[in-house]
C-alpha cells in the first residue's frame, strides 16, 4: 500500500514537470529562456516518473536500468542544451553581420 | 493502480499535442529540434508508465533505444547545419 | 478504460501522418514526420509488437532523423541571391524535361496501379483461421531460438530476411548511382569543440554495446540484427559528424567486404546444406542457434556498414551539387 502511495506521488510530481516543460516551450519568448524550460522536463520530470516506476516495479536489475535511461538522459539534455544555444548564436551571428 | 497509469499516459500524450503547436510556430530550426528532444522525453515517460502498466519489461528497451539516439539529432543538426555556413562565407 | 490511450495514439498517428505531408514548410513537415515516428513506435508498443517499436524509435528518431536534417539543408536557401540561382537553374531543367518525363510517369501510374491489383488480390485471398502463427509456435523448438519473431525472420522466412537485407544494399547502390560514384573526398574536419568529442566519445561505446546486447537478447526476445545495425549504423554516423568518416580511414577493399559480408554468409549458408539434402535456407537444428548468431552478428555488420555509407554519401554528394550551381552561374 506504502508503495503505491509512494509511486503515485512521484508520478503526479513528474507530471507536473512535464506540464511545466511543455508550457514553458510554449509561453517563454525566445529560444534560449526555451532550454530553461526544457531542462525542467528533462532532468526533473522523467527522474520523477523514472523514480516512481523504479519504486513500483521494486526489482534491482530494473531498477539500475532505469537509472542509467535517467542518466543518458541528463548528460544528452545538458549537452544538447548546450550545443543548441551555441548553434542559435552563431547562427544569429552569421545574420547580423549580413545585414 | 491501473487507472494511474492510464491517466498519466493519456496526460503525457496530451502534452505531446500541447508542445506540437510550437513546431507549427517555432521560428527557427533550433526551436523545433528543442520540442522534438522533450517529445522524446515525454515519450521514454510514457514508456515508463507502460513499463508498469503492462507489465511487460522488453519496454525499457525501446526507452533505452530512444534514450541512446537522442544525442544525435542534435550534433546532426550542428554539424551538418555549420558546414553550411562554412561554405557560404 | 486503455482504450483511452488507443485512441488519443490513433488519432495523434493519423493527423501527424496527414500534417507531415501536407504542412506548408518544408522544415514544418520534417519535424511533424519525427513527431509522427515517435507516436507510431507508441502505437506499436499499444499492439504488441515491441520488435517494430524498437526498430520504428531506432529508425524514426536516428537514422531518418540526420538523413532529414541534412536534406533541410540542402533545400533551405542559403542567402535570397543562391536561391534565385537556384531556382532558375530548377526551372531552365524542369522546362527541358516535361516532354521525356511523360513516359517515366505513365510507366509508373501504370506499375503503381497493377501493385495495387495485386496487393488488392492478397488481401482478399488472406487465409483464415490465423495463418501459420500455430505452425510456428510448434516448430519453435527446432528453430535454436526462443523468440518466435527471430525464428520467423532468421529461420522460417529465412529468404525473405536475406532479400531484405539486398535491398538495403541496393539503396545504397543508387546512392552511389545519384552522386556519380565521386565518393569520401574532402574528410570533414576533426570537431575541435571538447565537449561535442567528448559525447560523442563517450556515446560510442553505450552504443555499440547497446547494440550487441539487442542482438543477443533477439534469441529470447524481441531484438535482433535490424535494431542491432541501425544503432551501429548510428555510430559511424556518429563518428562521420565528429570527423572520421569510417570508410575513408579503412582500406577500400575492406569496406566493400564490410558492406557485403552479411549478404554473402547468408548466401553460401542458405547454399550449403542443400549437399546434405535439405531445402533452401535450411539449417540443421542442432547448429541452429549458433548458426543464427553468427548470420545476425555479419547481417547488422553489413547493415550497419550501408547505413553508414549511405549518410556520408548523401552528406557530402550534395555539397558538390552546391559547388556545380554556384560555378555554373
Same mark, same amino acid.
Given at each position: ?20 516543460? %511543455? ?30 516506476? *523504479?519504486?513500483?516495479? *521494486? ?17 544528452? #539534455?545538458?549537452? #544538447? ?8 548564436? /552563431? ?9 | ?7 498519466? =499516459? ?17 521560428? %527557427? ?15 521514454? *515517460? ?44 | ?7 488519443? @495514439? ?9 500534417? #507531415? ?20 513506435? @507508441? !502505437? ?35 542567402? #535570397? ?12 531543367? =524542369?522546362?527541358?524535361?516535361?516532354? =521525356? ?15 495495387? @491489383?495485386? !496487393? ?12 501459420? !502463427? ?29 532479400? /531484405? ?18 565518393i569520401y573526398r574532402k574528410p570533414i574536419p576533426v570537431v575541435d569543440d571538447i565537449l561535442l568529442r567528448q559525447v560523442i566519445l563517450f556515446? %560510442? ?22 535494431? !542491432? ?26 569496406g566493400q567486404l564490410l558492406l557485403t559480408l552479411g549478404l554473402l554468409f547468408f548466401l553460401i549458408l542458405g547454399f550449403l546444406f542443400i549437399?546434405?539434402? *535439405?531445402?533452401?535456407? /535450411? ?11 553468427i548470420v545476425e552478428t555479419l547481417a547488422a555488420i553489413s547493415i550497419a556498414a550501408a547505413l553508414t555509407a549511405m549518410f556520408a554519401n ?6 558538390? /551539387? ?8
Amino acid at each position: 500500500m506504502i508503495k503505491e502511495v509512494i509511486t503515485v506521488i512521484l508520478l503526479v510530481v513528474g507530471c507536473f514537470f512535464f506540464l511545466a516543460g %511543455t508550457l514553458g516551450l510554449l509561453r517563454f519568448p525566445d529560444l534560449f529562456s526555451r532550454l530553461h524550460a526544457l531542462t525542467k522536463a528533462d532532468n526533473l520530470g522523467l527522474g520523477f516518473i523514472a523514480a516512481g516506476m *523504479a519504486v513500483y516495479i *521494486a526489482s534491482p536489475w530494473v531498477a539500475v536500468k532505469i537509472f542509467f535511461i535517467w542518466l543518458f538522459t541528463l548528460l544528452a #539534455s545538458s549537452t #544538447s542544451s548546450y550545443l543548441i544555444a551555441r548553434f542559435q548564436k /552563431e547562427q544569429e551571428q552569421t545574420k547580423n553581420r549580413k545585414e | 493502480m491501473d487507472i494511474i497509469f492510464i491517466i498519466v =499516459s493519456v496526460f503525457l500524450l496530451l502534452n505531446i499535442a500541447l508542445g506540437l503547436i510550437r513546431v507549427w510556430r517555432g521560428p %527557427t530550426i533550433a526551436d523545433r529540434l528543442l520540442t522534438t528532444q522533450l517529445f522524446g522525453t515525454t515519450g521514454m *515517460a510514457i514508456l515508463l508508465v507502460l513499463t508498469g502498466y503492462l507489465e511487460q519489461l522488453t519496454l525499457l528497451n525501446v526507452a533505452i533505444t530512444f534514450n541512446v539516439l537522442a544525442i544525435l539529432l542534435v550534433i546532426g543538426l550542428v554539424q551538418v547545419w555549420k558546414k553550411k555556413k562554412g561554405e557560404s562565407s | 478504460m486503455s482504450v483511452l490511450i488507443d485512441i488519443l @495514439l490513433a488519432i495523434l498517428v493519423i493527423y501527424l501522418a496527414l500534417q #507531415s505531408l501536407l504542412a506548408p514548410r518544408l522544415s514544418q513537415s520534417v519535424f511533424l514526420f519525427f513527431a509522427f515516428g515517435l507516436a507510431l513506435a @507508441l !502505437a506499436w508498443v499499444r499492439l504488441g509488437a515491441v520488435d517494430v517499436a524498437i526498430t520504428e524509435a531506432a529508425i524514426a528518431s536516428g537514422f531518418l532523423g540526420v538523413l532529414f536534417l541534412d536534406a533541410l539543408r540542402d533545400f533551405s536557401p542559403r542567402s #535570397s541571391e543562391e536561391q534565385k540561382n537556384i531556382s532558375t537553374v530548377q526551372n531552365s531543367r =524542369s522546362r527541358n524535361s516535361v516532354k =521525356s518525363l511523360l513516359l517515366p510517369r505513365l510507366s509508373l501510374v501504370l506499375g503503381l496501379g497493377l501493385f495495387l @491489383l495485386i !496487393a488488392l488480390e492478397a488481401v482478399w485471398n488472406i487465409p483464415d483461421g490465423g495463418g501459420l !502463427a500455430a505452425d510456428a509456435e510448434k516448430l519453435l523448438p527446432q528453430s535454436g531460438v526462443e523468440h518466435p519473431v527471430t525464428a520467423v525472420l532468421i529461420n522460417f522466412r529465412a529468404y525473405d530476411t536475406w532479400l /531484405e537485407i539486398g535491398v538495403i544494399l541496393l539503396g545504397l547502390l543508387a546512392v552511389f548511382a545519384v552522386g556519380k560514384i565521386q565518393i569520401y573526398r574532402k574528410p570533414i574536419p576533426v570537431v575541435d569543440d571538447i565537449l561535442l568529442r567528448q559525447v560523442i566519445l563517450f556515446f %560510442t561505446p553505450v552504443l555499440f554495446l547497446f547494440g550487441a546486447f539487442l542482438l543477443y537478447f533477439g534469441k529470447t526476445g524481441p531484438g535482433g540484427a535490424f535494431q !542491432a545495425a541501425v544503432l551501429w549504423g548510428a555510430i559511424g554516423i556518429l563518428l562521420h559528424l565528429g570527423g572520421r568518416p569510417i570508410f575513408l580511414l579503412i582500406p577500400r577493399w575492406l569496406g566493400q567486404l564490410l558492406l557485403t559480408l552479411g549478404l554473402l554468409f547468408f548466401l553460401i549458408l542458405g547454399f550449403l546444406f542443400i549437399a546434405g539434402g *535439405a531445402t533452401l535456407f /535450411e539449417y540443421p537444428p542442432a547448429y541452429a542457434g549458433v548458426l543464427i548468431l553468427i548470420v545476425e552478428t555479419l547481417a547488422a555488420i553489413s547493415i550497419a556498414a550501408a547505413l553508414t555509407a549511405m549518410f556520408a554519401n548523401l552528406n557530402q554528394m550534395k555539397k558538390e /551539387e552546391s559547388n556545380k550551381i554556384d560555378s555554373t552561374n
